[in-house]
């Protein structure tokens, strides 16, 4: 069965530094890849997705990611924190073609002035 | 894109009462799921809606308890029936609108408070 994992439930960074949020999955057919932001008492906001082609891809807000197969990973980054990105990032998963998404178990990022 | 309204969004629910959580959407999309998000979990998937047949359920949900309906390809109900504290969470409806599985949204979300 395919999972996903994020590595640091919680992770804070100075505003201006470099964000990196991990997320690793396992599956058995090609994956679809997505990151969701939710701030405080809101919804979910997708990032960015990775579906077929190139393996980085950018994202609303600055956030990038790249798929790397053979490390199994989608980390997400963004070069300089703002204060505004404060907020939890779930790292999800499909089988390709699937609309059914995996979750990891989320990130909340905490950026200090 | 989709957009897709949630209703209601947040309320506070004696125990042992239902209450039914509507999502519509502005356009027909191929596929609505029902998640639920546990306060300070992830999002777990209840059940995928069928329009028109049953809803399919996920290991640990029962129909029961989170009767689905989906009448046509722009609106979904979940009733959550019974209700314990332990059912409240934030309960999240989620469209895919391409028929290829990768354009997938969410609804903001309801907000249930049980007492």
């Known amino acids: 069965a395919q999972s996903v994992t994020q590595l640091g439930s919680h992770v804070s960074v100075s505003e201006g530094a470099l964000v990196l949020l991990r997320c690793n999955y396992s599956?058995?057919?090609?994956?679809?890849l997505f990151w969701y932001v939710q701030y405080p008492n809101q919804g979910l906001q997708l990032l960015l997705k990775?579906?077929?082609?190139?393996?980085l891809v950018k994202g609303i807000n600055g956030f990038e990611a790249e798929f790397k197969k053979s490390e199994t990973s989608f980390h997400l980054t963004k070069p300089s924190a703002h204060m505004s990105d404060a907020a939890e990032y779930f790292c999800a998963y499909s089988g390709a073609g699937s609309y059914q998404l995996t979750f990891g178990k989320g990130t909340k990022l905490s950026v200090i002035p | 894109s989709a957009v897709i309204s949630q209703k209601p969004s947040r309320d506070i629910c004696q125990r042992g009462t239902s209450l039914t959580i509507q999502c519509q959407v502005d356009?027909?999309?191929?596929?609505m799921f029902w998640y639920r998000q546990q306060p300070g979990q992830s999002l777990t998937l209840i059940a995928t809606?069928?329009?028109?047949?049953?809803?399919?359920?996920e290991s640990g949900f029962v129909i029961d308890k989170f009767p689905i309906s989906r009448p046509n390809l722009t609106f979904s109900t979940l009733t959550v029936s019974n209700m314990s504290p332990e059912d409240s969470s934030i309960y999240l409806c989620s469209v895919g609108t391409d028929g290829s599985g990768n354009t997938i949204y969410f609804g903001e979300g309801s907000w249930l408070t049980v007492v």
């Open positions: 990775y579906t077929t082609g190139a393996t």
């Open positions: 599956s058995s057919v090609p994956p679809y």
């Open positions: 356009s027909q999309v191929t596929m």
């Open positions: 809606a069928n329009q028109g047949s049953e809803a399919t359920y």
